[in-house]
Protein backbone atom coordinates (compact mmCIF):
# COMPACT_ATOMS: atom_id res chain seq x y z
CA UNK A 1 0.00 0.00 0.00
CA UNK A 2 3.23 2.09 0.37
CA UNK A 3 5.13 1.69 -2.45
CA UNK A 4 4.01 4.94 -4.53
CA UNK A 5 4.31 3.70 -7.95
CA UNK A 6 2.09 0.83 -8.37
CA UNK A 7 0.08 -0.13 -11.26
CA UNK A 8 -2.41 -2.24 -9.94
CA UNK A 9 -4.68 -0.20 -7.48
CA UNK A 10 -5.30 -3.16 -4.74
CA UNK A 11 -4.13 -6.68 -4.99
CA UNK A 12 -5.12 -9.29 -2.67
CA UNK A 13 -2.25 -9.62 -0.72
CA UNK A 14 -3.58 -5.74 -0.06
CA UNK A 15 -6.82 -7.28 1.14
CA UNK A 16 -6.05 -9.80 3.07
CA UNK A 17 -3.88 -7.50 5.44
CA UNK A 18 -6.62 -4.56 5.62
CA UNK A 19 -9.25 -7.69 5.99
CA UNK A 20 -6.96 -9.06 9.03
CA UNK A 21 -6.92 -5.82 10.57
CA UNK A 22 -10.60 -5.26 10.30
CA UNK A 23 -11.42 -8.41 11.57
CA UNK A 24 -9.22 -7.89 15.18
CA UNK A 25 -10.57 -4.07 15.23
CA UNK A 26 -14.27 -5.77 14.40
CA UNK A 27 -15.81 -5.02 17.60
CA UNK A 28 -14.24 -2.17 18.49
CA UNK A 29 -15.37 -0.55 15.58
CA UNK A 30 -18.60 -1.48 15.95
CA UNK A 31 -18.37 0.04 19.60
CA UNK A 32 -17.63 3.07 18.50
CA UNK A 33 -19.98 5.36 16.78
CA UNK A 34 -20.65 8.91 16.52
CA UNK A 35 -22.43 8.37 20.05
CA UNK A 36 -19.27 6.33 21.03
CA UNK A 37 -17.16 9.47 20.09
CA UNK A 38 -19.04 11.72 22.12
CA UNK A 39 -18.33 10.45 25.38
CA UNK A 40 -15.13 9.55 24.35
CA UNK A 41 -14.10 13.16 22.62
CA UNK A 42 -10.62 13.73 23.63
CA UNK A 43 -9.30 9.97 22.59
CA UNK A 44 -8.47 9.35 18.52
CA UNK A 45 -8.33 6.58 16.80
CA UNK A 46 -4.49 4.94 18.27
CA UNK A 47 -6.52 4.83 21.74
CA UNK A 48 -9.76 2.82 20.67
CA UNK A 49 -7.71 -0.22 20.94
CA UNK A 50 -7.34 0.39 24.73
CA UNK A 51 -11.29 1.17 25.40
CA UNK A 52 -12.00 -2.13 23.36
CA UNK A 53 -9.67 -3.70 25.90
CA UNK A 54 -11.26 -2.00 28.90
CA UNK A 55 -14.76 -3.16 27.32
CA UNK A 56 -14.00 -6.47 27.56
CA UNK A 57 -12.46 -6.34 31.02
CA UNK A 58 -15.26 -4.92 32.49
CA UNK A 59 -17.30 -8.11 30.54
CA UNK A 60 -15.35 -10.68 32.25
CA UNK A 61 -15.83 -8.75 35.67
CA UNK A 62 -19.22 -8.49 34.70
CA UNK A 63 -18.56 -12.79 34.31
CA UNK A 64 -17.03 -13.46 37.54
CA UNK A 65 -19.94 -11.42 38.85
CA UNK A 66 -22.73 -13.12 37.62
CA UNK A 67 -20.83 -16.16 38.30
CA UNK A 68 -21.13 -14.94 41.75
CA UNK A 69 -25.07 -14.69 41.44
CA UNK A 70 -25.82 -17.82 40.36
CA UNK A 71 -27.28 -20.28 42.56
CA UNK A 72 -27.67 -24.06 41.55
CA UNK A 73 -30.90 -24.04 44.11
CA UNK A 74 -32.29 -20.88 42.77
CA UNK A 75 -35.09 -22.12 40.02
CA UNK A 76 -36.42 -19.70 37.21
CA UNK A 77 -40.11 -19.38 37.65
CA UNK A 78 -42.55 -21.76 36.11
CA UNK A 79 -45.79 -21.00 34.28
CA UNK A 80 -49.10 -22.60 33.90
CA UNK A 81 -49.83 -23.60 30.33
CA UNK A 82 -51.76 -21.14 29.43
CA UNK A 83 -49.42 -18.52 29.78
CA UNK A 84 -47.57 -19.92 26.83
CA UNK A 85 -46.92 -17.85 24.25
CA UNK A 86 -48.96 -18.20 20.75
CA UNK A 87 -47.22 -18.12 18.18
CA UNK A 88 -43.68 -18.63 19.49
CA UNK A 89 -41.01 -16.45 18.13
CA UNK A 90 -38.22 -17.93 15.60
CA UNK A 91 -34.78 -17.07 16.70
CA UNK A 92 -31.65 -17.97 15.02
CA UNK A 93 -28.52 -16.35 13.52
CA UNK A 94 -30.03 -16.76 10.00
CA UNK A 95 -34.03 -16.37 8.73
CA UNK A 96 -36.28 -19.46 9.16
CA UNK A 97 -35.98 -19.74 5.48
CA UNK A 98 -32.74 -21.10 5.91
CA UNK A 99 -33.52 -23.56 8.83
CA UNK A 100 -31.69 -26.63 7.44
CA UNK A 101 -33.28 -30.49 7.92
CA UNK A 102 -31.98 -32.69 10.84
CA UNK A 103 -28.72 -34.82 8.70
CA UNK A 104 -28.85 -38.35 7.71
CA UNK A 105 -27.63 -40.48 10.54
CA UNK A 106 -27.77 -37.82 13.04
CA UNK A 107 -26.34 -38.84 16.35
CA UNK A 108 -25.51 -36.73 19.01
CA UNK A 109 -21.75 -37.18 19.70
CA UNK A 110 -20.10 -36.25 23.62
CA UNK A 111 -16.19 -35.43 23.26
CA UNK A 112 -13.64 -34.42 25.87
CA UNK A 113 -13.50 -35.47 29.81
CA UNK A 114 -15.92 -38.08 29.63
CA UNK A 115 -15.95 -42.13 30.52
CA UNK A 116 -17.79 -43.11 27.53
CA UNK A 117 -16.99 -40.75 24.22
CA UNK A 118 -20.21 -42.49 22.64
CA UNK A 119 -22.49 -41.01 20.73
CA UNK A 120 -25.95 -40.87 21.14
CA UNK A 121 -29.25 -41.35 19.21
CA UNK A 122 -32.73 -39.64 19.91
CA UNK A 123 -34.05 -43.09 20.75
CA UNK A 124 -31.61 -43.49 23.18
CA UNK A 125 -32.05 -40.05 24.90
CA UNK A 126 -35.70 -40.71 25.23
CA UNK A 127 -35.10 -43.86 27.17
CA UNK A 128 -33.16 -41.78 29.67
CA UNK A 129 -35.29 -39.48 32.69
CA UNK A 130 -37.59 -36.98 31.34
CA UNK A 131 -38.42 -33.39 32.52
CA UNK A 132 -40.70 -30.95 31.31
CA UNK A 133 -40.62 -27.25 32.11
CA UNK A 134 -42.81 -24.15 31.10
CA UNK A 135 -40.18 -21.52 31.07
CA UNK A 136 -39.58 -17.64 30.29
CA UNK A 137 -37.11 -17.69 27.36
CA UNK A 138 -35.33 -14.00 27.42
CA UNK A 139 -33.78 -13.60 24.33
CA UNK A 140 -30.49 -10.95 24.92
CA UNK A 141 -32.12 -8.24 22.69
CA UNK A 142 -34.43 -7.87 25.61
CA UNK A 143 -38.00 -9.62 24.60
CA UNK A 144 -39.15 -12.74 25.97
CA UNK A 145 -41.75 -15.35 25.70
CA UNK A 146 -42.80 -18.45 27.55
CA UNK A 147 -42.76 -21.89 26.13
CA UNK A 148 -42.95 -25.68 27.27
CA UNK A 149 -39.97 -27.90 26.61
CA UNK A 150 -39.06 -31.81 27.89
CA UNK A 151 -36.22 -33.66 27.94
CA UNK A 152 -33.13 -35.30 29.69
CA UNK A 153 -31.90 -33.13 32.66
CA UNK A 154 -28.15 -32.18 31.60
CA UNK A 155 -26.93 -33.07 34.81
CA UNK A 156 -28.48 -36.71 34.46
CA UNK A 157 -26.89 -37.07 30.68
CA UNK A 158 -23.60 -35.79 32.15
CA UNK A 159 -23.39 -38.43 34.53
CA UNK A 160 -24.67 -41.42 31.87
CA UNK A 161 -21.77 -40.33 29.88
CA UNK A 162 -18.88 -40.51 32.76
CA UNK A 163 -18.36 -36.57 32.63
CA UNK A 164 -15.55 -35.02 34.57
CA UNK A 165 -18.04 -32.93 36.85
CA UNK A 166 -15.13 -30.90 37.59
CA UNK A 167 -14.13 -30.00 34.57
CA UNK A 168 -15.08 -25.92 33.72
CA UNK A 169 -17.04 -25.76 30.75
CA UNK A 170 -19.64 -27.55 28.83
CA UNK A 171 -19.24 -26.75 24.90
CA UNK A 172 -21.86 -26.95 22.62
CA UNK A 173 -21.74 -27.68 18.71
CA UNK A 174 -25.21 -27.44 16.54
CA UNK A 175 -25.26 -29.17 12.23
CA UNK A 176 -26.22 -25.52 11.55
CA UNK A 177 -22.65 -24.32 12.42
CA UNK A 178 -23.69 -22.63 15.88
CA UNK A 179 -21.66 -23.43 18.53
CA UNK A 180 -21.92 -22.16 22.00
CA UNK A 181 -20.56 -22.95 25.87
CA UNK A 182 -21.65 -22.77 29.48
CA UNK A 183 -19.66 -23.27 33.39
CA UNK A 184 -20.43 -26.78 34.76
CA UNK A 185 -22.19 -25.34 37.97
CA UNK A 186 -25.11 -24.02 35.15
CA UNK A 187 -24.77 -27.03 33.57
CA UNK A 188 -25.49 -28.96 36.51
CA UNK A 189 -28.75 -26.44 37.51
CA UNK A 190 -32.07 -29.02 37.80
CA UNK A 191 -33.99 -26.54 35.02
CA UNK A 192 -30.99 -27.56 32.40
CA UNK A 193 -32.45 -29.81 29.96
CA UNK A 194 -31.40 -31.40 26.60
CA UNK A 195 -35.07 -31.41 25.19
CA UNK A 196 -36.41 -33.59 22.83
CA UNK A 197 -39.96 -31.73 23.10
CA UNK A 198 -40.88 -28.45 22.67
CA UNK A 199 -45.19 -27.79 23.25
CA UNK A 200 -45.53 -31.91 24.00
CA UNK A 201 -44.30 -32.52 20.64
CA UNK A 202 -41.31 -33.87 18.80
CA UNK A 203 -38.73 -30.87 18.02
CA UNK A 204 -39.08 -29.27 14.90
CA UNK A 205 -36.09 -28.22 12.76
CA UNK A 206 -37.13 -24.78 13.96
CA UNK A 207 -37.24 -25.67 17.37
CA UNK A 208 -33.63 -27.29 17.19
CA UNK A 209 -34.34 -30.98 16.43
CA UNK A 210 -34.04 -33.33 17.33
CA UNK A 211 -32.41 -32.15 20.25
CA UNK A 212 -31.63 -28.66 21.64
CA UNK A 213 -30.20 -27.02 25.18
CA UNK A 214 -32.87 -25.59 27.32
CA UNK A 215 -31.47 -23.38 29.89
CA UNK A 216 -33.96 -20.99 31.61
CA UNK A 217 -30.55 -19.48 34.04
CA UNK A 218 -29.06 -18.10 30.67
CA UNK A 219 -30.16 -15.97 28.00
CA UNK A 220 -31.80 -17.10 24.80
CA UNK A 221 -28.72 -17.71 22.95
CA UNK A 222 -27.21 -20.33 24.97
CA UNK A 223 -30.37 -22.52 24.34
CA UNK A 224 -28.38 -23.56 21.28
CA UNK A 225 -30.25 -25.63 19.20
CA UNK A 226 -29.73 -28.25 16.49
CA UNK A 227 -27.76 -29.97 18.74
CA UNK A 228 -24.50 -32.15 17.10
CA UNK A 229 -21.83 -32.39 19.73
CA UNK A 230 -21.10 -32.25 23.16
CA UNK A 231 -17.72 -31.25 25.02
CA UNK A 232 -17.27 -31.57 28.41
CA UNK A 233 -13.60 -29.42 28.77
CA UNK A 234 -11.41 -27.02 31.38
CA UNK A 235 -10.22 -25.07 28.34
CA UNK A 236 -12.00 -22.11 27.07
CA UNK A 237 -14.56 -23.10 24.39
CA UNK A 238 -16.00 -19.75 23.73
CA UNK A 239 -19.23 -19.37 20.92
CA UNK A 240 -20.55 -18.15 17.69
CA UNK A 241 -21.85 -15.04 19.41
CA UNK A 242 -19.36 -14.92 22.32
CA UNK A 243 -16.75 -14.57 20.02
CA UNK A 244 -18.08 -11.52 18.74
CA UNK A 245 -18.55 -9.74 21.66
CA UNK A 246 -21.21 -10.71 23.47
CA UNK A 247 -20.93 -11.58 27.51
CA UNK A 248 -20.22 -15.03 28.27
CA UNK A 249 -21.90 -15.98 31.29
CA UNK A 250 -25.55 -14.62 29.84
CA UNK A 251 -26.82 -15.31 33.26
CA UNK A 252 -30.52 -14.51 33.89
CA UNK B 1 -29.34 43.87 39.93
CA UNK B 2 -27.04 44.19 42.86
CA UNK B 3 -24.21 41.73 43.87
CA UNK B 4 -24.86 39.23 46.36
CA UNK B 5 -22.94 39.72 49.40
CA UNK B 6 -20.13 37.02 48.75
CA UNK B 7 -19.33 34.13 51.75
CA UNK B 8 -15.97 32.20 51.02
CA UNK B 9 -18.24 28.96 51.04
CA UNK B 10 -18.76 27.53 47.54
CA UNK B 11 -21.67 27.35 46.12
CA UNK B 12 -21.15 23.60 45.72
CA UNK B 13 -18.08 21.75 47.20
CA UNK B 14 -15.89 19.35 45.32
CA UNK B 15 -16.61 15.92 46.38
CA UNK B 16 -20.17 17.05 44.71
CA UNK B 17 -19.16 18.93 41.43
CA UNK B 18 -16.62 15.56 41.08
CA UNK B 19 -19.80 13.09 41.84
CA UNK B 20 -21.74 15.40 39.25
CA UNK B 21 -19.73 14.85 36.54
CA UNK B 22 -18.82 11.56 36.99
CA UNK B 23 -23.02 10.77 36.67
CA UNK B 24 -23.31 13.04 33.97
CA UNK B 25 -20.77 10.25 31.71
CA UNK B 26 -22.03 7.12 33.35
CA UNK B 27 -25.64 8.54 32.88
CA UNK B 28 -24.69 9.49 29.27
CA UNK B 29 -22.86 6.00 28.41
CA UNK B 30 -25.98 4.45 30.20
CA UNK B 31 -28.89 6.31 28.49
CA UNK B 32 -27.22 5.95 24.61
CA UNK B 33 -25.86 2.44 25.15
CA UNK B 34 -29.49 1.60 26.40
CA UNK B 35 -30.71 3.37 23.72
CA UNK B 36 -28.82 1.18 21.34
CA UNK B 37 -30.47 -2.09 22.75
CA UNK B 38 -33.35 -1.16 23.01
CA UNK B 39 -33.16 -0.78 19.05
CA UNK B 40 -32.35 -4.12 18.80
CA UNK B 41 -35.60 -4.94 20.02
CA UNK B 42 -37.90 -1.82 20.12
CA UNK B 43 -40.87 -3.01 22.41
CA UNK B 44 -42.84 0.59 21.39
CA UNK B 45 -43.03 2.29 17.42
CA UNK B 46 -40.14 4.06 17.24
CA UNK B 47 -36.50 3.78 17.37
CA UNK B 48 -34.01 6.19 18.64
CA UNK B 49 -31.76 7.68 16.21
CA UNK B 50 -28.84 5.81 14.86
CA UNK B 51 -26.24 8.79 15.15
CA UNK B 52 -26.72 8.68 19.14
CA UNK B 53 -26.06 4.58 19.53
CA UNK B 54 -23.12 4.17 22.32
CA UNK B 55 -21.55 0.67 21.28
CA UNK B 56 -22.59 0.79 17.65
CA UNK B 57 -24.31 -2.90 17.83
CA UNK B 58 -26.05 -4.95 20.29
CA UNK B 59 -22.71 -6.49 21.43
CA UNK B 60 -21.28 -3.09 21.86
CA UNK B 61 -23.97 -1.58 23.69
CA UNK B 62 -24.21 -3.98 26.19
CA UNK B 63 -20.09 -3.77 27.07
CA UNK B 64 -21.00 -0.43 27.60
CA UNK B 65 -24.68 -0.80 29.22
CA UNK B 66 -22.95 -3.51 31.42
CA UNK B 67 -19.51 -1.57 32.10
CA UNK B 68 -20.54 2.15 32.99
CA UNK B 69 -23.43 0.66 35.54
CA UNK B 70 -20.78 0.14 38.02
CA UNK B 71 -19.96 3.58 37.36
CA UNK B 72 -22.72 4.79 37.61
CA UNK B 73 -23.84 2.47 41.18
CA UNK B 74 -20.40 3.63 42.71
CA UNK B 75 -21.08 7.17 42.22
CA UNK B 76 -24.54 7.60 43.37
CA UNK B 77 -23.73 5.02 46.42
CA UNK B 78 -20.79 7.71 47.21
CA UNK B 79 -23.23 10.30 46.49
CA UNK B 80 -26.26 9.11 49.17
CA UNK B 81 -23.50 8.32 51.60
CA UNK B 82 -21.58 12.01 51.61
CA UNK B 83 -25.81 13.60 51.02
CA UNK B 84 -26.99 11.90 54.17
CA UNK B 85 -23.35 12.14 55.81
CA UNK B 86 -23.21 16.11 55.37
CA UNK B 87 -26.17 16.82 55.93
CA UNK B 88 -26.51 17.60 52.22
CA UNK B 89 -29.95 15.97 51.60
CA UNK B 90 -31.49 17.60 54.63
CA UNK B 91 -30.31 21.21 54.24
CA UNK B 92 -30.44 21.28 50.29
CA UNK B 93 -32.79 18.44 49.10
CA UNK B 94 -35.75 18.39 51.59
CA UNK B 95 -38.87 18.92 49.85
CA UNK B 96 -40.80 22.20 50.59
CA UNK B 97 -44.29 22.66 51.62
CA UNK B 98 -46.87 22.26 48.94
CA UNK B 99 -48.16 26.04 49.23
CA UNK B 100 -43.80 27.20 48.38
CA UNK B 101 -43.72 24.57 45.82
CA UNK B 102 -46.92 26.49 44.11
CA UNK B 103 -45.47 29.81 44.76
CA UNK B 104 -41.66 28.68 43.48
CA UNK B 105 -43.25 27.04 40.42
CA UNK B 106 -45.54 30.37 39.64
CA UNK B 107 -42.73 32.26 39.39
CA UNK B 108 -40.45 30.00 37.78
CA UNK B 109 -42.88 29.61 35.03
CA UNK B 110 -43.01 33.32 34.74
CA UNK B 111 -39.13 33.31 34.60
CA UNK B 112 -39.44 35.60 38.06
CA UNK B 113 -38.01 32.89 40.59
CA UNK B 114 -34.30 34.25 41.63
CA UNK B 115 -31.71 31.84 41.21
CA UNK B 116 -28.85 32.10 44.61
CA UNK B 117 -26.17 30.32 44.13
CA UNK B 118 -25.89 27.52 46.86
CA UNK B 119 -29.23 27.67 47.39
CA UNK B 120 -31.99 25.28 46.08
CA UNK B 121 -35.17 26.93 45.37
CA UNK B 122 -38.94 24.95 45.90
CA UNK B 123 -38.93 23.75 41.99
CA UNK B 124 -35.25 22.93 42.26
CA UNK B 125 -35.50 20.61 45.77
CA UNK B 126 -38.07 18.59 43.90
CA UNK B 127 -36.79 18.15 40.87
CA UNK B 128 -33.56 17.10 42.26
CA UNK B 129 -34.75 15.17 44.98
CA UNK B 130 -37.04 13.26 42.43
CA UNK B 131 -34.47 12.78 39.72
CA UNK B 132 -32.53 11.01 42.27
CA UNK B 133 -35.17 8.93 43.35
CA UNK B 134 -36.34 8.34 39.76
CA UNK B 135 -32.39 7.25 39.18
CA UNK B 136 -32.03 4.40 42.05
CA UNK B 137 -35.77 3.16 40.63
CA UNK B 138 -33.83 2.89 37.79
CA UNK B 139 -30.92 1.00 38.67
CA UNK B 140 -33.34 -1.33 40.50
CA UNK B 141 -35.95 -2.03 37.32
CA UNK B 142 -32.07 -2.51 35.45
CA UNK B 143 -30.47 -4.79 37.55
CA UNK B 144 -34.35 -6.27 37.57
CA UNK B 145 -34.14 -7.14 34.05
CA UNK B 146 -30.50 -7.62 34.25
CA UNK B 147 -31.02 -10.69 36.51
CA UNK B 148 -35.05 -11.69 36.18
CA UNK B 149 -34.05 -15.40 37.84
CA UNK B 150 -31.17 -14.24 40.81
CA UNK B 151 -32.80 -11.26 41.04
CA UNK B 152 -36.59 -12.42 41.09
CA UNK B 153 -37.58 -10.67 44.49
CA UNK B 154 -36.63 -7.54 42.47
CA UNK B 155 -38.76 -8.42 39.81
CA UNK B 156 -41.72 -8.88 42.21
CA UNK B 157 -41.33 -5.47 42.87
CA UNK B 158 -42.34 -4.45 39.19
CA UNK B 159 -44.12 -7.02 38.32
CA UNK B 160 -43.24 -9.33 35.53
CA UNK B 161 -40.05 -9.57 33.43
CA UNK B 162 -41.46 -7.30 30.34
CA UNK B 163 -43.16 -5.01 32.86
CA UNK B 164 -40.31 -4.44 34.82
CA UNK B 165 -38.36 -3.82 31.07
CA UNK B 166 -41.03 -0.83 29.94
CA UNK B 167 -40.95 0.44 33.42
CA UNK B 168 -36.83 0.70 32.93
CA UNK B 169 -37.82 2.47 30.09
CA UNK B 170 -40.36 5.19 31.39
CA UNK B 171 -37.92 6.14 33.73
CA UNK B 172 -35.42 6.94 31.46
CA UNK B 173 -38.29 9.21 29.54
CA UNK B 174 -38.17 10.56 32.85
CA UNK B 175 -34.56 11.29 33.20
CA UNK B 176 -34.11 12.08 29.78
CA UNK B 177 -37.35 14.48 30.42
CA UNK B 178 -35.09 15.81 33.59
CA UNK B 179 -32.05 16.69 31.43
CA UNK B 180 -33.77 18.61 28.76
CA UNK B 181 -35.38 21.09 31.99
CA UNK B 182 -32.19 20.80 33.51
CA UNK B 183 -30.27 22.13 30.73
CA UNK B 184 -32.53 24.45 29.65
CA UNK B 185 -32.34 26.06 33.34
CA UNK B 186 -28.66 26.19 33.16
CA UNK B 187 -28.72 27.74 29.97
CA UNK B 188 -31.05 30.20 31.32
CA UNK B 189 -28.68 31.22 34.28
CA UNK B 190 -25.39 30.15 32.32
CA UNK B 191 -23.56 31.21 36.10
CA UNK B 192 -24.82 27.88 37.94
CA UNK B 193 -22.76 26.23 35.02
CA UNK B 194 -19.80 27.73 35.88
CA UNK B 195 -20.21 26.96 40.07
CA UNK B 196 -20.91 23.58 39.04
CA UNK B 197 -17.21 23.49 37.31
CA UNK B 198 -15.03 25.79 39.77
CA UNK B 199 -15.24 27.15 43.46
CA UNK B 200 -17.69 30.12 42.48
CA UNK B 201 -18.72 31.29 46.38
CA UNK B 202 -21.93 30.19 48.00
CA UNK B 203 -25.00 33.23 47.08
CA UNK B 204 -26.31 34.54 49.71
CA UNK B 205 -29.36 33.30 50.92
CA UNK B 206 -31.00 37.35 51.40
CA UNK B 207 -32.82 38.24 48.22
CA UNK B 208 -30.61 40.03 45.42
Not at chain 1, 53 to 63: G, H, I, K
Not at chain 2, 42 to 52: A, D, G
Not at chain 2, 113 to 123: D, I, K, P, T
Not at chain 2, 151 to 173: C, E, K, N, S, T
Request: with cysteine; glycine share 8%; hydrophobic share 45%.
Amino acid sequence: MTAPHRRVAVKPDDLASELARASRRGFLRRTLSLGGLAMLSGCDLSTHSGVDDALRAVLRFDDRVQAALFSRQRLAATYPAADITRPFRFNAYYPDWQVRAVPDNWALHVTGRVGRKQSWTVSELMALPQESQITRHICIEGWSQIGQWSGVPLRVFLQRTGADLGARYVAFRCYDGYSTSIDMASALHPQTILALDFDTRPLEPQWGAPVRLRIPTKLGFKSAKNLEAIEVTSRFPGGYWENQGYDWFAGV
Amino acid sequence: MRRSPRSTRPAHPVPLRLMHWIGVYAMGCMMFSGWTIYNASPSLPFVFPHWTALGGWLGGALAWHLGAMWLLMLDGLAYIVYGLATGHFRRHLRLSSPPDFARDLGAALRFRLAHRLGHYNAVQRTLYAGVVAVVVLQVLAGLAIWKPVQLQWLVDLFGQYPVARHIHLALMLAIASFVVVHVSLVAIHPRTLKSMLASVPMESEEQP
